[in-house]
C-alpha cells in the first residue's frame, strides 16, 4: 500500500485530464443531429461512471477482504471508497441530466436508465445509513461488508442490464446502439479511453486521501 | 472606491476592444467563436483543483509523519 503516499501516479492522472480537456475540445468529432457539439460531454459524463466504478469495486474487493482478514484498515479502505464513488455517481447523475435536457428533451423524462441509475443511488445511500445505524464497531465492519458485497452486482444490473431489456433513449440500450458502434471514431477513442483513466486515477486518488484522513481520525479515537 | 475600480475597467476593456476592431493578428484564442478561452479557463480550474488536491495530500503527509 505505499503507492498511495506516492505522487507519480496522481501527476499521471492529472496530465491525462488535462490532456482529455484540452483534446476534448479541440480535436474534431463527427457531426451528429440532435446531439451536435454535445457529443464531446462523452469525454467528461462517461468517465464519471468509470471513476465511480473503479472505487467501488476497489470498495468490494476491501469488504471481501476484511471477511476474510478482519482488518480494521480494510473496513475502512472499503468505506471510503464508497465515499468517494458517491460523489462521482451524483456528478455522472447530474451531468447526465443536464445532457439529457438539450438531447432527449428534459432534465428527467422517466427514462428505464435513469430510473435504475435513481434506484442504484439510493442502494448506496441504504449502504451508508446501514453503517451509521451500527454502532458496535466490528458488527457494522462485518454486515456492511456483506450488504456492500451484494449491492455492487445489483447495482451493474440495474445501471447496464435491466435497461437493456427495455427501450430506453440512452446510447447503447434497448434498441439504441451504443455510441462505440456507429458514432465513434477513432480520434474520440484517443480521447475518451485516456479520460477513462484518468478519471479512474484522479477518483483513487482522493479515495486515498479519505482513507488516510480516516487513518489519523480511528487513531486519535482509539486513544 | 469600488466604483472607480469598475469604472476604471470598463474604460480600459473599452478602450483596448475599441483598437482591437480592425487589425487581427495572431488571433487562435479569438478565433471562430473563441472556444479556445472556454479550453483555456477550465484547463486552468481543473489545473487548479489538482494542485489543491496535492497540497492537501501533503498537509496529510505532515500530519501523519507528526502522529507516528
Redesign the interface.
Known sequence: MKFI?Q?WW?ILG?LL??YT??AG??FTVPALPILHETIRNVYFHVPMWMAMFLVFGVSVFYSIRYLASGKEEHDLIAIECVNTGIIFYVLGLVSGMLWARYAWGEYWSNDPKQNSAAIAFLLYCAYLVLRNAIDEEQKRARISAIYNIFAFPIMIVLLFILPRLTDSLHPGNGGNPAFGKYDMTNEMRAVLYPAFIGWMIIAL??AT?RY??R??EN?QNSL | MIKKLVCLVIFLTGYVSAFAQDVEMADTMRSSGKIYVVVGTIAIVFIGLAIYLFTIDRRLTKLEKHND
Do not use: E, H, N, T
Open positions: 503516499y505522487a496522481k492529472v485530464v488535462v480537456i484540452i475540445f479541440l486518488w482522493i486521501l488516510r484522513i487513518l489519523i487513531k
